[in-house]
């Protein structure tokens, strides 16, 4: 399904990785668009919050936390995605 204003497709391909000192997430896109990228555990608490400008293709970016089940949303190109990750 693509959301014909901004070339977004649900679903999004999501991917994590345990780093040393955290996660690498791996996002691919079939068009360019920010994307405002919150990490919240079960309870609703904030880890992380941050805004991100990515390209079509495949995207990595970092993000903290410790383990634990967790939500992270994405709104991008006017599409809100929310995927369950277990770290």
Known sequence: KQNASSGIQDPVNVQYFKTSDGYRVSVELPASAMAQVRLMDLSGRVAEDKTI???????????????????????????????????
């Open 53 to 87: 400008r990515m390209a079509d293709g495949i995207n990595e970016f970092e993000l903290t936390a410790f383990s634990g089940i967790y939500l992270l949303q994405m709104q991008i190109g006017g599409k809100n995605i929310i995927r369950k990750l277990a770290f």
